[in-house]
């Protein structure tokens, strides 16, 4: 397909839309995207989004607007993605792991111009758009859909060049409170987060970048894949972590750069093709989500391929410190170092004074990657930000060299195979069931998925409930990687001296609880070992 550039948009230095383009000009037929063997090249991709793009300033949408997707990784939701860069409409990817219920509430809270569904999700989206608030246009992405015909909005916008401050993602994340928080990151964030990933970690046209954390995830765009379109990098594209297949995907396809989370990189090496496989191009593998297991960090330097330690959060674009992999080996649980342009600090919890040399306190961050704010929610921006800084709600601890761990966190969100669960969310999602009066759900450490949620429910006075019946309710109401591992009834929650959720207290009872669950299970697999044993001397006989 050949390209030629629109000479009339006039857009700030900073947009990503411009990224696609100038490549396109460039490299019009290097392979942009690799999708399950289908490549699209750079000429193809900038011309699908101009197209795209076009379709939608005609139909009347534009900056102002948001353009909310239920989709898989796939090249038509790069197209869309793109499209909306291009515009000056903001990107609006919405999880294919929630439940209808929990869809609903988030198209509600984003309230879109526009919804765009991938047919694989088509009846998901569809459910959630029957139990949310507001009927916005729908349409299918590819080119037999969006691309061939746009519904008109709601209302027509203005046309107008973009601008670096125009949003250009709206990312969906779980805080410490019941409901999920759309972070809106504008061109200008993801500009700076990008080019800072560049001078860290970077890549260039010759790389083959394997991006396989699900879009609705600010990292399956900020680490890696975005910085790949704009040097001009092959994107292959992974819709669902199956262990063997990405372990022949690294080899077949060459891979030479990756991203991932430590369950993600815990289930590879656990694969029986993980000592055969032929990984000898991959030169970059970086971690995020969570802080990677010593063990693990050991297994995959075994194998001449150390992993490269990162820490971010959503509001920051993600990235915020990063170790490289040579460094990740000597400072185990480490997570690095601030990425160029990003700067930190170790503020004291009780007096919010910032603290110098080694420390530990809540991590602060500040820099022109961090988000414009919260999607329509002034007081939830005021409650992150102090001034110009970010709080992340993380412990932290710096020591003398400037390298930084993580040490807790002071919010109460846990971590499940890479996932933020909000215990908040959870809890609502429970005290639903009509025989559940309170409920408290707190993380516990899982040696495959990092931590799982254990929920401590105080049932309805006289009520007969059961765990079968609670997990049962959990399933219909939340994502899979948010149902609590284990259920225990309590007659009461306990409570601090100011009447807030003693937290620390359930943690400590729901590891033992998990703790005396797995040596019973232990037990019983050594009790049926030895009837087993048993069970063939006798036959011998």
């Not at 969906?172 to 860290?200: D, I, M, R, Y």
Request: some cysteine; hydrophobic content about 45%; aromatic content about 6%.
């Amino acid at each position: 397909m050949s390209w030629t550039a629109d000479p009339d948009i006039d857009d700030g230095p900073h947009t990503v839309g411009r990224w696609i383009v100038d490549r396109a000009t460039r490299s019009p037929e290097r392979i942009a995207i690799d999708d399950r063997g289908v490549t699209t090249d750079y000429a193809t991709l900038a011309a699908r989004s101009s197209g795209l793009a076009d379709g939608l300033r005609q139909a009347g949408y534009g900056p102002g607007d948001r353009i909310a997707t239920v989709s898989g990784n796939a090249t038509d939701h790069v197209v869309a993605f793109f499209a909306c860069a291009i515009a000056g409409i903001a990107f609006v990817p919405l999880s294919w792991r929630l439940t209808p219920r929990e869809l609903a509430d988030v198209l509600t809270r984003s309230a879109p111009a526009l919804v765009l569904i991938e047919d694989e999700h088509a009846a998901l989206a569809g459910e959630a758009l029957r139990l949310a608030d507001a009927t916005p246009p729908v349409a299918v992405l590819g080119t037999t859909g969006i691309e061939a015909s746009v519904p008109r909005p709601p209302r027509r916008r203005v046309r107008r060049p973009v601008r670096d401050d125009d949003p250009l993602l709206v990312i969906f994340t779980s805080g410490s409170e019941a409901a999920p928080k759309g972070v809106v990151l504008t061109h200008a964030n993801c500009f700076w987060n990008n080019l800072a990933l560049a001078q860290a970690l970077p890549l260039t046209q010759d790389d083959v970048v394997l991006a396989m954390l699900p879009q609705f995830h600010v990292a399956a765009w900020n680490c890696q894949p975005l910085l790949a379109w704009w040097v001009g990098a092959t994107v292959v594209l992974e819709r669902s972590f199956q262990p063997a297949r990405v372990l022949q995907l690294v080899a077949d396809r060459k891979v030479t750069a990756m991203m991932g989370v430590p369950t993600q990189y815990a289930l590879l090496a656990g694969d029986r093709e993980w000592r055969t496989t032929d990984a000898s191009a991959l030169r970059l593998a970086l971690v995020g989500g969570a802080t990677m297991p010593v063990q693990l960090q050991e297994e995959w330097t075994a194998r001449g391929i150390p992993l490269t330690q990162g820490y971010g959060l959503t509001e920051a674009a993600p990235n915020v410190l990063h170790l490289p992999a040579d460094e990740s080996i000597e400072s185990p649980g480490a997570v690095g170092r601030p990425y160029p342009h990003v700067s930190v600090r170790i503020v004291d919890p009780a007096s919010g004074l910032a603290l110098e040399g080694e420390a530990t306190g809540e991590l602060w961050v500040r820099g022109p990657s961090v988000f414009a704010g919260y999607l329509d929610d002034v007081d939830a921006t005021a409650r992150a930000m102090s001034g110009e800084w970010l709080r992340t709600g993380d412990l932290a601890s710096r020591d003398a060299s400037g390298v930084y761990r993580i040490v807790d966190r002071l919010k109460d969100i846990f971590i499940s195979g890479g996932e933020n669960v909000a215990p908040a969310e959870v809890e609502h999602a429970l005290c639903l069931h009509p025989l559940i009066e309170a409920a408290a759900v707190v993380g516990v450490s899982d040696a495959v998925w990092g931590e799982r949620g254990v929920a401590f429910v105080v049932p309805v006075a006289g009520a007969a409930l059961s765990v079968d019946e609670v997990l049962t309710h959990a399933r219909r109401n939340l994502a899979a990687f948010k149902i609590p591992v284990h259920v225990e009834f309590v007659d009461t929650l306990p409570r601090s001296t100011i009447e807030k959720l003693a937290r620390s207290r359930l943690r400590e009872e729901a590891a033992l609880l998990v703790e005396r669950r797995r040596e019973q299970e232990d037990r019983a697999g050594e009790r049926a070992h030895t009837v087993g044993r048993e069970r063939t001397k006798g036959e011998s006989r």
